[in-house]
């Protein structure tokens, strides 16, 4: 049922439409390396971080029985079910913006916004500067002559969502790729054509306060970039409705518990080598 404010928002929303084709085995780690826990603790371990906190929905689908979780939430898990895929933390992680559509004081907001992801995970983030890239069904995750021999940076990017299915009241959509247990791109559309309530003509406001804000659009769905899903409770910037939260516009406990096992605090990866042609 929607509430008043934006509806949902979330990785899920562009029900498939932006999935890229990724390769599921568990890589290899380096010393010291934090994911080589992922061999010891099982799913069902109190030493699995991912243990009562997967995600019930993943790529627009239920998961069958999953109940969603309170707090925080991840939204896959690297073999095994325990330990959530993310980011290498001891690498920048790239990106780019096509800001071509995007409305005055958006660009603003983003920066904020990545500052805010940042500040709670550890990742750092490197503009790789404007790009006119759109964004396309199956962006690959690495995209030699744009990009050279590197996995492509994430792409942030501005459209008219009703092209990606993206309903006028879904502000904006998107998901990292995992490669060999690692996530290593990733895409991020916003609508331009959002609307802050059912059937209204409003836009969601500029900034980081109360209700709906793009500020708080942009945290939720980089959160979502960086690997956590929907939770239960309303207070958390994860919950799906954005439009019913109050306050300014922060991650709140649940959110920065999650945010810092995907982040430094977990440890390097090790990530594997992007195609060269």
């Avoid at 991912?50 to 689908?61: S, T």
């Avoid at 925080?72 to 920048?92: H, K, M, Q, W």
């Avoid at 550890?122 to 199956?138: I, R």
């Amino acid at each position: 049922m929607a509430r008043r404010g934006l509806p949902r928002a979330g990785v899920a929303l562009l029900a498939g439409a932006l999935l890229v084709s990724c390769r599921g085995s568990s890589g290899s780690s380096g010393p010291g390396d934090a994911d080589t826990a992922v061999t010891t603790p099982g799913p069902d371990s109190a030493d699995c971080p991912a243990r009562n906190h997967l995600a019930a929905e993943f790529n627009g689908r239920q998961r069958i029985g999953v109940e969603m979780p309170v707090d925080y939430a991840f939204l896959e898990t690297r073999p095994g079910g325990c330990v959530p895929l993310r980011f290498n933390p001891c690498e920048p992680v790239h990106y780019v913006v096509n800001s071509a559509l995007a409305p005055p004081g958006a660009l603003d907001d983003l920066q904020e916004a990545i500052h805010r992801v940042e500040a709670a995970t550890g990742l750092t983030f490197v503009n790789d500067g404007p790009t006119d890239e759109p964004a396309t069904m199956n962006r690959p995750a690495a995209q030699v002559p744009r990009y050279g021999k590197r996995w492509a940076p994430i792409l942030i990017v501005w459209d008219h969502g009703a092209q990606y299915r993206m309903e006028p009241t879904n502000p904006a959509g998107g998901q990292s790729v995992p490669v060999d247990g690692v996530r290593v791109s990733g895409v991020l559309i916003i609508n331009v054509d959002a609307t802050a309530q059912d059937h209204g003509r409003s836009r969601p406001a500029n900034g980081f306060g109360e209700g709906a804000t793009w500020g708080r659009v942009f945290i939720h769905e980089l959160a979502h970039i960086v690997g956590l899903g929907h939770v239960a409770r309303s207070d958390e910037i994860l919950f799906p409705e954005l439009g019913v939260q109050q306050g300014e516009a922060v991650f709140h406990a649940g959110d920065l518990i999650g945010l810092r096992i995907l982040g430094k605090e977990s440890g390097c990866l090790t990530t594997p080598d992007p195609p060269t042609r």
